[in-house]
C-alpha cells in the first residue's frame, strides 16, 4: 500500500509556514550569546572548567541563526514584496567594495550573509583569562569576481530585524 503525498501552500501569502515567534526565539538567542560572551570569559576556570563546553558552541549557533534569520527574512520580503527589510534607516553596518564604503542595509547583510565565502567572529582579548567575542562579525565574498568585505553590527542587525518584522508581524501579538 502506497501513500498519497499531496503537496499545499502553508501559508496563502508566501507558500511558506514562518512562525514569527521562533525567528524572535532565534534573534533573542543570538543576542544573549554576543551579550554574555564577556560575562562567560571571567567565569571560567580553565579549559577543563564543564562550562567551557557551553562556550565553545557559540560559534555555530552563531553561523546557524545568521543563516537562518538571513533566508527566512529575504523570503518574507520577497514574498509580501513591501520593501520591509530595505529601508536605509535599517542600518546594519558596512560594505566594502575595493575603496567604495557603503551602508549595509537590513536586506543586504542579509545577502551577504547568505553568499559570504567566511564569515569571520571578531575576538576581544581584554584583560579576561579568555578572550570573548564582541557583537561584530565580518563576512567576505565575491561577486562577478570583486572581492567585498562586510560588517554587521550584531545589535543594530537584531535591532532592524525586528522593527521590520514588526511591521508585518507585531511584536506584540507574539509576546
Avoid at 16 to 39: M, Q
Avoid at 92 to 117: M, P, V, W, Y
Wanted: some cysteine; hydrophobic content about 40%; proline content about 2%.
Amino acid at each position: 500500500m502506497s501513500e498519497e503525498i499531496k503537496a499545499f501552500k502553508i501559508d496563502k501569502e508566501t507558500g511558506y509556514w514562518i512562525d514569527p515567534r521562533s525567528v524572535y526565539v532565534d534573534l533573542h538567542n543570538l543576542l544573549c550569546i554576543f551579550l554574555a560572551d564577556e560575562a562567560y570569559a571571567k567565569i571560567l576556570n580553565g579549559e577543563k572548567d564543564p562550562l567551557w563546553a557551553l562556550a565553545s558552541i557559540a560559534e555555530k549557533e552563531i553561523t546557524r541563526i545568521l543563516i537562518n534569520s538571513a533566508i527566512v527574512a529575504r523570503i518574507i520580503d520577497d514574498q509580501k514584496n513591501e520593501n520591509s527589510f530595505n529601508d536605509e534607516s535599517l542600518n546594519c553596518g558596512s560594505l566594502f567594495e575595493g575603496e567604495k564604503k557603503s551602508i549595509l542595509t537590513l536586506r543586504f547583510a542579509c545577502n551577504k550573509i547568505i553568499h559570504a565565502d567566511d564569515i569571520g567572529i571578531v575576538i576581544v582579548d581584554k584583560g579576561t583569562k579568555f578572550s570573548f567575542i564582541k557583537s561584530k562579525i565580518i563576512l567576505t565574498g565575491r561577486l562577478h569576481s570583486k572581492e567585498w568585505n562586510a560588517e554587521i553590527d550584531i545589535i543594530n542587525y537584531i535591532r532592524s530585524y525586528l522593527i521590520a518584522m514588526d511591521k508585518l508581524y507585531p511584536l506584540k501579538e507574539y509576546t
